[in-house]
C-alpha cells in the first residue's frame, strides 16, 4: 500500500499532469508572470461557476482584509465571529482596528451557533462573520434574516468551503461565499481547490462593491497612476491562475472523491460509540475539506494513528480567545466552552482526492482496533 498522506496535492497533480505542464510553460514563454490574460480567464470561469462576481487577490487572508476594507467599517465596529476557527479570520478585524465579538459554536458541525450571534448583537455591531468550517456551511438563513433586522453585513469566510451549497429552506441553493454580502476564498494548496503556492479571491454579488474591492486589492488605483482609496497589494500571478483554471475543470470529480472518502468513514466508524462523527444538515450539502471527528480519547488515538503509519491533524488545538496575541480582548476560559470542549476532542483524518479504497479500509479498521483496545 502506498504511504498515506493527510493532503495528497502531488498524487492529484499527477492526474493532470500534461495540461497543467504545459499551462504553466504557457505562461512562461510569455513572461506575463503578474496581471496577464490568465488571471482575468480563472476569473470569469470560477464566476461562471459561482454566479457571482470574482475577483482574485493574493491569500484568503487577503481576502477577508480587502472584504473588510470594501465595506468601510471603522475602527471599534464590533463583528461577531466564531473562536473555533483558522487565525486568519480573527486577525483582519483585528488589524483594521474592528472589535472581534465571539459567539460560541454548535458541538455537532463546529459552526457558529445562530442562538450564540444573536445574543451578541449590541448597538456596535456592524457585520457578522461565519465560518464555513472543514467545508460544511454555517447556518446562515437565519444569521441573514438578523443582518436584515439589525442592519449588519455578513461576510462569509468560505476559505474551506469552495463548491458547497447552501440550501434555503424555499429549496433554492446558492454556493458558498455568494450568499452574504461579501465572500471569501482562500487557494491554499490544501484547499478545496489549491493552487501551486498562495492564492485567493472575494465574491460579492453587488457589482459596485465588486469595483471597490478591485480598486482596494490593487492599491486603491482607478486609473492607471490615480488613486482614489488607500488599497494594499494583493495579486494571485498568472501562474497560480493557470493551474487553478485547470484544476477547476476536474473540480466537480475532485468534490465527488472527497465524499467518497467521507462516506467510507462515516460507513465503517459509525459503530464506534466513543466516536462523534462529523454532522450532516438539511441546509447544506458538505465538501469535505476536512472530515474531523470528536473522541474523548482523541491523543492516544492521534497516537495510535502515527504508529501504525496513518497521519492527522487537530484543527485547531487552541481557541483563539485564549491565544496570547488576543488576551487584549479580555477573555477566559470558560467563556466559549463548546469551543474550548472541540479544542481537546477533534481529530481531522486524511482527507483528499486520491484516497483508495485499501488505504480507507485500513484507515477504518486502525480505528476499530483501537477502540476494541480496553482503555
Ligand atoms: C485557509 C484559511 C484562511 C486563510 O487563507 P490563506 O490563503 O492561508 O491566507 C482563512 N480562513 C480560514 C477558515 C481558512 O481555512
Known sequence: MQTIHMCDTYGQYLTMKKEIDAAMQEVIKSTQFIKSGKVLEFEKELSHYLNTHVIACGNGTDALQIALMALELKPGDEVITTPFTFIATVEVLALLGLKPVFADVDTGTFNLSENEVKKAITTKTKAILPVHLFGQCAHLEPMLDLAQKHHLYVVEDACQALGTDYIFSNDTTKKAGTIGHVGCNSFFPSKNLGAFGDGGAVFTNDEKLAAIVRSIANHGMKQKYQYERIGVNSRLDSIQAAVLSVKLKYFEK???????????????????????LPERVNYSTHTFHQYTIQTNRRNELQQFLKEKGIPSMVYYPGVIHLQEAYKFLGHGKGDFPVSEHLAETVLSLPMHTELTEEQLDYITRVIQEFFRKKN
Open 254 to 276: 475532485h468534490i465527488k472523491a472527497r465524499r467518497y472518502a467521507a462516506a467510507w468513514y462515516d460507513e465503517h466508524l459509525k459503530k464506534i460509540e466513543e466516536i462523534r
